[in-house]
């Protein structure tokens, strides 16, 4: 009796400390709950706290990212301006004439061109932020307005624009900044396109303005590399037969071979297959390029131009 007394006591004895135990466990768990959540918590706030400091960093005024907003007036130079005056079209009407670039650098810039009234957008990236005023022709009474954009690594192109009493109209885009364009005045303007063949270079390059007051491109055969220019004047790093013409890129008749080791001239390039070099004795001849660089051989064979000639420029 006393036995079983004594056992039951120490079952009950037993449940109370698994019992005891289970609160301790649950207990523990509760608070190492609280203490991740409440860690998790901390977290989050920091985390959005340097997030906030970021976009604060980043979302700066407006007026220190956007690069009208950022000229001062008495900096700009002859042929830049923010706002004119003037008669475009020659009909003896005044225009008002200004330039906003809406936008900044981080969200991206839309440079708006007006001129009494009538507006248009200049499509770029990174714009000058004014206007000149050109005369193409001289002849046809008008002016036209151009607006520089420096692109996304300093290549510049330029819109033109006339204004025929009513609305601005798109004359055409070229590459190069107004300020550098060469104007006759005689409806030619001359500027520096870069070249899409061989290497990184630029050439002279013509556009003319119609009777429909659009520009065109006066295309031409070869396009010449300016001679002091990195890139006029390479070494063969293996032999190359040069064509005598542009009429055949494998097989045709050979005008002398660059020999590896000799100094040659690059002359230039029509810009889209054929390239024109000048051997050590004088001796011209053509060479056919695809894909930018890749050199086609007379015999078909296709060899990158690095692995042709030492010293062709690869600026960005």
């Known amino acids: 009796m006393l036995y079983i007394e004594a056992k039951v006591n120490f079952s009950d004895m037993q449940f109370k400390h ?21 860690r998790q918590k901390e977290l989050d706030d920091q985390r959005a706290a340097v997030l906030k400091d970021i976009g604060d960093a980043i979302d700066v005024p407006t007026a220190t990212q956007t690069p009208a907003q950022k000229i001062d007036p008495a900096t700009l130079k002859a042929n830049e301006y923010l706002s004119t005056s003037i008669d475009l079209n020659g009909d003896g009407v005044v225009e008002n004439i200004s330039i906003e670039v809406k936008g900044n650098s981080i969200e991206g810039t839309s440079t708006v061109l ?9 499509p ?47 004359v055409g885009t070229v590459q190069g900044s107004y300020e550098d364009i060469d104007f006759a005045g005689n409806g030619t303007l001359t500027t520096q396109t870069r070249a899409t063949t061989l290497q990184t270079w630029t050439y002279e390059d013509a556009f003319t303005l119609g009777t429909d007051h659009k520009l065109s491109h006066v295309e ?30 494998i ?44 050199i086609i051989t007379i015999d078909g064979t296709r060899v990158q131009a690095s692995e042709v000639f030492e010293g062709l420029s690869n600026a960005d």
């Open 124 to 170: 770029g990236t990174n714009p000058d932020g004014y206007f000149g005023i050109v005369d193409i022709d001289t002849t046809d009474h008008e002016k036209e307005i151009a607006v520089s954009d420096r692109g996304g690594s300093i290549d510049y192109t330029t819109g033109f624009y006339r204004f025929d009493g009513s609305v601005l109209q798109l």
């Open 251 to 294: 097989g045709g008749a050979i005008a002398t071979t660059l020999k590896k080791g000799e100094k040659i001239t690059f002359i230039g390039c029509d810009d889209v297959r054929w390239c024109k070099t000048q051997s050590a004795t004088g001796v011209a001849g053509w060479f056919a390029v695809e894909d930018f660089n890749t």
């Open 114 to 122: 007006t001129a009494s009234g009538s507006s248009i957008v200049f």
């Open 220 to 249: 031409k055969d070869l396009y010449l590399i300016d001679p002091s220019a990195i890139g006029a004047h390479l070494t063969m790093l293996q032999d190359l037969p040069l064509n005598t013409d542009t009429n055949e890129v």
């Open 18 to 38: 698994a019992s005891l135990l289970l609160i301790v466990v649950l207990l523990g768990t509760a608070v190492l709950t609280f203490i991740v959540v409440q």
